[in-house]
């Protein structure tokens, strides 16, 4: 972690122990300069990041504004493997149903670029969020980049062991979602009627190299599909 | 537009014309630099911005990369009122349902942070995409804000008027989703049956100086509900 990445998570930090809300003010950057004891250059490299983050806006002449979202119960869609922890008091778990070793389908060969005699690793589990089914997971890991992946990693955070384990660094993701009705077999694993309504989420993880290393289907349980993405100003 | 967003804008139009494709590499600084005859720190802005919006990504000693979907038929679920066109060969249409002044629900009034006496313009409509059904929308703008709207405007883009006609600059927004059932009123304007699986997004629109102009719900016919997000890296 660099030092403005360290600044950036401490405001984060500073936000959430003061409980700031949605539009509070942040101290002028004077004021974080000296309170971090930190350069404006690192201030203001935290304070972009914290922007691309959706956690704060600055208005021109006028300041740094917090970001929050007012609804409990929503999980952000992007930053849910980011480096703010779980939501308090969730606990995630996992059962894993299958973790193989095997050709991509041509779909996932497809999303991580690479030849149907290249080897993946398959991994299935349904997740569970304080007990409750929160979601079935199919996802197929280029085997060349994580080349290890065995039932006890796979039961905690794939991610955690892939950034800490194998030292690799997770860039961007394209994320495409859709909704339909569930099929016979994905109903059995989310303890769901068939046809029930579905929330799909398909990610193409990237090293921040751009290789793509991870292709991800994820259908929610849709009682437990509440996301929240924050947006930046995209507008000309 | 300033420089660097117009800069951005034709960046952008050249990856769309020479078909670039993700994984791409752009030309080097220098040569932009050149190619649209401005400074080093012109370009860096544009291709920042064209990096936070998710059109290319940027490797360290390495050069600049495209970043594209692989999947036709998918929406930018964040950037349908950006600067980019709508996808070519959809046409939006809307039929106009209800359009009054009203004071706001309680939820309106929590998002656009205001009294319960303040005044709303609510519009409903349902849009169709070609011809087809694609979503219900029902959204409450803050008329402080909105001071006017009338059926002709909102039988076509409301943003636009608002940007153009009125002048404001639109900024962030907070984005909800989930997926449900379809309720009987709603599956009916969607010509669907009822508990029908579908996909909300709920989104509050904010003016670059942080107000909150706009609190709007969708309800996706879920067979047009593809969308897609780009995200950058927010790992450490």
Redesign the interface.
Known sequence: ?TKY?QIA?EIEMYIEENALQQ?DKLPVLEALMAHFNVSKSTVTKALDLLE???AV?Q?RG?GI?V?R???KG?RG???N???KKEIEGVHLTSKVIELEVMKPTKEAA??L?IGPDDDVYYVKRVRYMNGQTLCLEESYYKKSIITYLNKEIVSESIFDYI?KGLGL?????????????LKEEEAKHLCLESE????YVESIF?L???QPFDFSKVT?H?EQ????????????
Not at 169 to 181: P, T
Not at 196 to 199: C, G, I, K, L, T
Not at 225 to 236: G, I, L, R
Request: glycine content about 10%; hydrophobic content about 35%; cysteine-free.
């Open positions: 972690m990445q998570a539009g691309k983050k959706g806006f208005v006028s504004f970001r979202q007012k609804r929503y869609l992007l930053s493997q980011g480096f497809n999303h670029n950034q660094k997770i860039g961007f993701s394209d994320v495409y979602l859709h909704a339909g009705k029930a309504p579905a929330f990237h921040t190299n751009g929610y849709y599909s509440q996301f929240f993405v924050q947006t930046n100003s995209h507008f000309f």
